[in-house]
């Protein structure tokens, strides 16, 4: 049976941003990355990306996971507070 075909890679222009985010919410993206082997920005990226198309960017399995980094992380915030942060 041939080897499935890879699809070519897609030519990007990635730029530095100075992105300001919750402390605990940044550790827990980092251990995220740090899971998958993946640098910060393409975490952001393809999470974004999935979002964007209303699709989950995680796996039950790995939800759980997520979970567990939360707490030791002590990130208790979920999507409905966001708009009440204050610095």
């Given at each position: ?14 730029v ?34 999935h ?37």
């Open positions: 049976m041939p080897a499935a075909k890879r699809k070519p890679p897609i030519k990007i222009d990635r530095q941003t100075g992105v300001r985010i919750e402390r605990r919410v940044l550790k827990v993206l980092k251990a995220i990355a740090e899971n998958y082997d993946m640098t910060l920005g393409h975490l952001i990226e393809e999470i974004v990306l979002v964007l198309e209303g699709k989950l960017p995680f796996t039950p399995a790995t939800l759980k996971k997520i979970d567990l980094i939360k707490s030791f992380y002590d990130l208790e915030f979920d999507a409905t507070m966001s708009q009440r942060f204050e610095e």
